[in-house]
């Protein structure tokens, strides 16, 4: 049985390459530009991981995540935020106590594999 | 001593300096690379076996004391580093100077004394710490406190997980403080409220156990290396964890339990290490004063091969093959294994049968150069008798190919030569003409990249000409007058089946053999071709081979009760869709990258009638080519060894070999550009 | 005067020989895998020793009907040989009878009336007792296949 991935991140080019970096290793990635399309997707179904870009039209990383993690389904779902380097300290601040990990964006898709295996145990 | 035997001696001895350099050099980009330090310490010995005979002492002795640093390395005593790979390139230059003749004595001294000093330097080292080390299988013994907050599940960490992935180091004692709510009870409300102390005795380093954390903030885990007794009063733990004399006495017998050896383990390493030492110069010195045993091990030596059938080899990559499936098989029956002894077993055989299957594999591989011949003469005869003058140059020779593929790749390569010579480079007056050297040039080159070997072959003549292409196409049918075709579509025609050039079957290129048959030889060893060419200036035919036939990564799919395997390399993306969004539209079609394309549902086209609700969608590019394939769902990611499909189902063309799987199940390899066609 | 050791099988009720030359072994049919868009007389295909092998309906390649499979189909190993070439194929059977040595003399030729099934297939029939076996010739049973492979 494959894990569920959702992949939230508004800029297209960087999405397609973690989308595609995830099928690779056989994940099932369903993607999202924005919040709004990322939240209709927690619809019930099953889903192991959601990884989320902090800035993005419509409804951003922190509503986002706010509102999966006060579904019931998916109150404990790891969940990994896209930051980059120069605002991480400030989010983090913000975030703490509701995500698992923070990647920095630009990542090494070793580096990254590695977190998201590790978050979907 | 026979003279000759000496320059061979000095021949051999500077091959094998050459590929030591080589190897440290690789060492260095990849400092973990247990093949390279192998590598290293076979060559050293070597070195220092046939010094001795030849009677270079120096180079004995210090290839001798180099050899002895690296099977310190290779065994994990000894950590690589920057100092023992310049101590050792520089003793590749002295050993050099050493078999030319130089008087080079003194510099081999000194790095011996070099050598000497890091060896004492470690003993005081390990005397110091009074660890368990060598006794304990190199187990390292920790503490590790975690005192996690209380909300953090809710941050979607599994502290199960955690403490499971731990336990997969090694043995390990859990213990749980303040547990005013059962433990159990925490886990299942999933609100941590306890604090907990873990002893753990693991081979893996201290970076590898706080990588298990990697989720947790600084602040909510502690690990800490249990050198010695000290270290259950020292300051570190003590800011978690006050304990009295009888407590600490209780630990370190925890530690004892779970690292046998770790109290009274100092002494026995001192013991050992000399005995070694002196085995191994008694042996030099026995293979010198025995004549007779001298000439079987250098002969042996001497051409460095074997000529094994390749039915022999073939058998020992089945069964090696099967050995990996075997042990995943036997893993599966021990449903991941509890016991961490079993365990730990588990994982050396995996490792010891991944290193066999390994050098099975790299026995099988060649150098390409094995061809060179073949096709110098071909070149020498094809140019001559069609009045062309070609120069022939080649490189990365060296590159190492599947035999099997070597054999199969004759025939395409001959012809895609002959071609090159006949409809490629223009005649030497032509070339004139034309500003270009009267010699035509045919270049070969051959690379590694990843799992693959591509082979270029370039000339610098005429380039492919379209519009001959394309009136032929017309004549035989295969295009229609009044189209216009792209220059990659007339490729394509000129490789399609039914296009055989007829002027070229009277002359060299002859046999009739077009080039549909170059591209069904090399489909037929999983390779691609491709082919790029400038009017006027030349065409440069690629192929793009896997490096063996045999191991394939697999993303693993179910359609029905059955699984089948996508090769990775073709998978570009995949998601799940519900079959009535899938099925009701009417047009049959998928949006994937802003384009419509269509599907094609395995169950559909296995004719089962019934349908998940949810599907899944694979969309799959090979060399370009897009194909939309609806499965069940993905199960994983599987490294396979691939298997040909049995003569009697080569028809089956959507499929394009088989794979038995962990479990002992078989699966069939989808050929998914078939599927397309159909 | 030529001697062919063979083994005897039944096969829908039909007694049938094959010459052992040909045999590799015989096995339990277990776990049979399904190979969608395989020619109608392959019945899937199993795993022996690492490698995957097609196993053929036999009565259905031979015209004689179709296999119905349960726990006591057995499946016969063949080698078959094709130029310098060996294939092995599966075939499914019944049960197996005897290993008998058959002398080529008294072999009666295959009965080209209506049999029932391809009486091509055959290089004779033989009498044992009051029961007559047909003895299976491996390669002209796969004959058409072998045909298109180079």
Redesign the interface.
């Known amino acids: 049985?494959?894990k569920?991935i959702v992949v939230a991140e508004d800029f297209n080019v960087s999405r397609k390459i973690i989308?595609?970096t995830l099928?690779?290793?056989?994940?099932?990635?369903?993607?999202a530009a924005d919040g709004n399309e990322a939240v209709q997707l927690f619809d019930g179904?099953p889903i192991d991981l959601l990884i989320t870009d902090f800035n993005m039209p419509n409804m951003n990383g922190a509503e986002l995540i706010q509102k999966v993690?006060a579904m019931e389904s998916y109150?404990?779902?790891?969940?990994l935020l896209l930051t980059t380097e120069v605002r991480e300290e400030k989010i983090q601040q913000a975030m703490d106590?509701?995500?698992?990990?923070f990647i920095k964006k630009p990542f090494e898709t070793q580096d990254f594999l590695k977190?998201v295996k590790?978050?979907l145990? | 001593m026979n003279a000759d035997f000496h320059q061979e001696y000095i021949e051999e001895a500077k091959q094998l300096l050459k590929d030591l350099e080589q190897a440290l050099l690789q060492l260095e980009k990849d400092p973990e690379d247990a093949d390279m330090i192998n590598n290293i310490y076979r060559y050293l010995h070597t070195l220092k076996g046939s010094a001795g005979m030849f009677g270079f002492k120096d180079v004995e002795r210090l290839s001798h004391e180099l050899e002895s640093v690296y099977s310190d390395v290779r065994d994990g005593i000894r950590q690589q580093d920057d100092f023992i790979l310049d101590l050792t390139l520089h003793a590749v230059d002295v050993l050099a100077d050493l078999i030319d003749g130089k008087d080079s004595g003194k510099q081999a001294e000194k790095i011996i004394k070099d050598i000497e000093k890091l060896k004492e330097d470690d003993t005081a080292a390990s005397a110091n710490h009074a660890t368990a080390g060598g006794a304990a299988n190199n187990n390292k013994a920790y503490a590790i406190i975690l005192r996690p907050e209380k909300n953090i599940y809710k941050r979607g960490l599994n502290f199960q997980a955690m403490l499971d992935e731990l336990q997969e180091l090694g043995a390990s004692e859990f213990m749980v403080h303040d547990e005013t709510v059962p433990f159990e009870k925490q886990l299942a409300d999933k609100e941590v409220v306890s604090w907990f102390e873990i002893l753990l005795a693991s081979k893996a380093g201290l970076e590898a156990v706080k990588d298990v954390f990697l989720f947790m903030k600084p602040s909510e885990y502690t690990v800490l290396e249990i050198t010695d007794a000290g270290l259950f009063s020292s300051e570190p733990y003590r800011k978690h964890i006050q304990l009295d004399a009888h407590q600490i006495e209780d630990r370190l017998k925890m530690v004892e339990a779970l690292m046998p050896g770790f109290l009274n383990a100092p002494e026995a390493q001192h013991t050992e290490e000399p005995e070694t030492v002196s085995t191994a110069v008694q042996q030099g010195e026995a293979a010198e004063e025995d004549e007779s045993l001298d000439k079987i091990s250098r002969r042996s030596r001497k051409g460095g091969h074997v000529s094994v059938s390749t039915g022999k080899l073939d058998q020992l990559i089945n069964v090696v093959s099967e050995l990996v499936i075997f042990r995943s098989e036997l893993y599966h029956l021990m449903g991941g294994g509890q016991n961490p002894e079993v365990v730990e077993a588990m994982e050396k055989l995996e490792r010891l049968t991944l290193r066999l299957r390994d050098s099975a594999f790299n026995i099988r591989l060649v150098p390409l150069n094995i061809l060179n011949v073949k096709l110098e003469r071909l070149i020498r005869s094809v140019s001559k008798a069609l009045g062309k003058e070609v120069e022939f140059i080649t490189e990365g020779l060296d590159t190492e190919l599947d035999r099997s593929m070597i054999n199969a790749l004759e025939a395409p390569l001959m012809h895609i030569i002959r071609n090159a010579i006949d409809h490629g480079i223009e005649n030497p007056e032509e070339r004139e003409r034309r500003n270009k050297p009267r010699k035509g040039l045919l270049k070969f080159y051959s690379y590694n990249s990843g799992d693959h070997v591509f082979i270029q072959l370039q000339d610098d003549g005429n380039g492919i000409d379209f519009d001959k292409i394309r009136a032929k196409g017309i004549e035989k049918g295969l295009l229609t007058r009044n189209q216009a075709y792209s220059e990659k579509e007339l490729i394509n025609v000129m490789m399609a089946p039914g296009f055989s050039t007829a002027d070229q079957v009277t002359t060299v290129s002859g046999r009739g053999v077009g080039m549909d048959v170059v591209k069904k030889d090399i489909a037929a060893i999983r390779g691609d071709i491709e082919v790029s060419t400038e009017k006027g200036l030349g065409s440069i035919f690629t192929l793009r081979l896997p490096l063996t036939l045999t191991i394939l990564d697999t993303l693993v799919v179910s359609v029905a009760d059955n699984k089948y395997l996508i090769p990775i390399n073709e998978v570009e993306y995949c998601y799940k869709e519900s079959h009535a969004r899938l099925f009701n539209k009417k047009s049959r079609q998928i949006s994937y990258d802003g384009l419509l394309m269509p599907f094609v549902s395995l169950r559909e086209y296995f004719a089962i009638e019934d349908f998940p609700e949810q599907e899944t969608v694979i969309i799959i590019n090979k060399n370009d080519t897009k194909v939309a394939v609806v499965v069940d769902e993905i199960i994983g990611k599987l490294q396979t060894v691939y298997k040909p499909l049995n003569e009697l189902l080569t028809g089956v063309d959507c499929f394009s070999g088989t794979s038995i799987l962990g479990d002992g199940s078989m699966a069939l390899i989808l050929n998914a550009l078939k599927l397309k066609d159909s | 005067m030529k001697q062919i050791p063979c083994l005897l099988f039944s096969l829908n009720k039909e007694l049938f020989g094959i010459d052992v030359e040909n045999v590799l072994r015989v096995i339990n049919l277990e776990k049979l895998m399904k190979v969608p868009k395989a020619p109608d007389f392959i019945a899937g295909a199993i795993s022996l020793e690492g490698n995957v092998i097609p196993v053929v309906d036999l009565a259905k390649k031979i015209a004689l009907g179709e296999t119905v499979i349960d726990k006591r189909t057995k499946v016969i190993i063949l080698e078959v040989h094709h130029h310098e070439d060996v294939i092995d194929v599966g075939v499914l059977i019944d049960e197996v009878i005897d290993v008998i040595t058959i002398q080529e003399s008294k072999l009666l030729p295959p009965v080209l009336e209506r049999m029932g099934f391809d009486t091509q297939t055959l290089d004779g029939m033989y009498k044992v007792e009051e029961d007559f076996y047909m003895i299976l010739n491996a390669t002209k049973v796969f004959e058409k296949e072998l045909a298109v492979l180079i």
Do not use: F
């Open positions: 049985m494959s569920n989308v595609s099928a690779k290793e056989g994940y099932s990635v369903m993607e179904r993690r109150t404990y779902i790891p969940i106590g509701n995500i698992t990990a977190i590790k978050a145990r």
